[in-house]
């Protein structure tokens, strides 16, 4: 499927969106002071060691420490490769690491909430056609070649490997966008990143404990990097600067993608070509409307993500079970997208609305995998379960699109209701109860806000005065419009 990139840069943020069929399916954003670590790489230090977790707390010069688990630690297996085989015994965490240790890590998860980031000692650099494992021996190639070349492209690039002799170290991956690549291209990529590890071992005799070593490229590089590939129709940039930066990075590393780099000079700001700026404001919100009628209702919280299936207006089927039918098909589409657009991970459960034909709930699973397909992340999709939902894993390695753009409200801390006038009132009367049983001044004052003062003058007056006769104080209410829903102050006159 035919896509294109755009991308609106300003010095504080770069934002890309790539868009297929006229339809937004994924969106990036970089901020300059929050950029991601994933693919950093740092001389960290050992600060807490966890037997009964087998894990440790690595300091990398971060505000929180990061995670380090036995199974990110890399050890020579008895096949000489870098991870042990099946059957083969893991090393303890505590007999590998310790307290005050130097050691080279690699961020492999973003810092998420309250967690910290997540680390590997086995070190990867990605190149722009090859990743290179400095601590392997292993050649191979990207899964998501055809099976018939793989072989072809694994011996070729054994063949480029030994020619720089047994001394050069290290194994490698061929990537996807390798795959048409020349013998040429293959050794620059295969120069340049032996060239970088020396750069980071370097680094690490000479830098101090919890220093950055290595930084992964910027969202504008990885563009080309990562985003452009053979269904790219045009990448389009509306900053002259970093069009011609892109340029010269595309001139040395990707030739290929240059020739679709373009300059935006349009008026109209280039996001509003696809309405993308609207397209964020939606994918920030709860319900997404489906062409039919029906709509979904998405929930993110820390643990996982529900997506509810609702027919809404939708009656355009035969009968009832087409109408619903006709609705989780489209639904199918629609959660893919907005599993790339909101950039959700973690797991992720659906519930489709109940349709009571087995092979409609097999077409629509069907539907649902066709179009996750498409995106680059890896998700794993489990079948209908015996109350109708769906589950399924999307990998996370960043934030996601909300959690990104917003915080919570600082008027219901995140929950999304707050109390109800009523509710607060009652709140206010049993707190001037218990102040009264305190304590006893002349008076007590209310203050909250103008929509508490208002019920207690009219629906909750009788109430407030009863109160009042039981205590033997008197209780004066004062309006206060800075106030937020659910603030009130009890003030001892």
């Known amino acids: 499927m035919q896509n294109d990139i755009l991308i609106n840069w300003s010095p504080q943020e770069t934002r890309v969106a790539v868009v297929e069929n006229g339809a937004v399916q994924e969106l990036h954003v970089e901020r300059t002071l929050e950029r991601g670590l994933v693919g950093n790489i740092y001389l960290g230090k050992v600060s807490r060691v966890l037997p009964g977790m087998q894990s440790a707390f690595i300091d990398i010069g971060l505000e929180r420490a990061a995670f380090l688990h036995v199974a990110d630690v890399w050890q020579r297996g008895e096949n000489g490769e870098g991870a042990p085989r099946r059957g083969e015994s893991q090393v303890p965490m505590e007999k590998q690491v310790f307290e005050g ?17 997540r680390l590997s000692t086995q070190i990867s650099v990605a190149g722009h056609l090859l990743v290179f494992l400095p601590q392997d021996n292993h050649v191979g190639v990207s899964q998501k070649i055809a ?40 050794r620059e990529d295969i120069a340049y990143l032996r060239k970088t590890w020396a750069g980071i071992r370097a680094a690490a005799q000479r830098l101090p404990a919890m220093s950055l070593l290595h930084q992964d490229l910027s969202l504008l590089q990885r563009v080309l990097r990562d985003l452009v590939g053979e269904h790219t129709q045009s990448v389009r940039i509306d900053s002259r600067e970093q069009f011609a930066a892109l340029q010269a990075y595309g001139r040395e590393y990707m030739p290929k993608a240059v020739e679709r780099l373009q300059l935006y000079k349009g008026e109209r700001p280039i996001f509003d070509l696809f309405g993308i700026d609207e397209e964020i404001a939606r994918a920030l919100g709860r319900r997404v409307e489906l062409k039919s009628g029906g709509y979904l209702i998405v929930d993110q919280t820390e643990a996982l993500t529900t997506i509810d299936v609702n027919t809404g207006g939708y009656v355009g089927a035969r009968n009832f079970d087409e109408t619903i039918f006709k609705t989780n098909l489209e639904a199918a589409g629609t959660i893919a997208r907005q599993l790339r657009l909101r950039n959700l991970g973690g797991i992720v459960v659906v519930d489709f609305i109940d349709m009571a034909r087995p092979e409609h709930q097999e077409m629509v699973l069907d539907e649902l995998k066709k179009h996750l397909r498409r995106d680059r992340v890896k998700t794993v999709v489990g079948g209908f379960s015996p109350l109708g939902l769906v589950e399924m894993t999307r990998k996370r390695t960043r934030e996601s699109l909300a959690h990104m753009l917003c915080e919570p409200c600082p008027t219901c801390h995140g929950v999304g209701e707050i109390k109800t006038a009523r509710t607060v009132c009652y709140d206010i009367l049993r707190e001037v109860l218990r102040e009264a049983r305190q304590f006893n001044p002349r008076e ?21 005065a009863g109160l009042s006769d039981f205590i033997g104080k008197p209780i004066s209410l004062q309006a206060e419009g800075a106030l937020r829903p659910g603030q009130y102050d009890i003030v001892l006159m």
């Open 101 to 117: 240790q130097p050691l080279m890590v690699q961020v492999i998860k973003d810092p998420i909430g309250s967690k910290g980031a």
């Open 444 to 464: 007590f004052r209310v203050i909250a806000a103008p929509k508490v003062v208002e019920l207690f003058l009219d629906e909750e007056s009788q109430h407030l």
């Open 147 to 186: 099976a018939e070349e793989r072989e072809a492209l694994r011996e070729r690039l054994l063949h480029l490997v030994a020619e720089a002799g047994a001394e050069a170290k290290g194994g490698f991956i061929l990537r996807t966008n390798a795959e048409d690549a020349s013998d040429a291209e293959l």
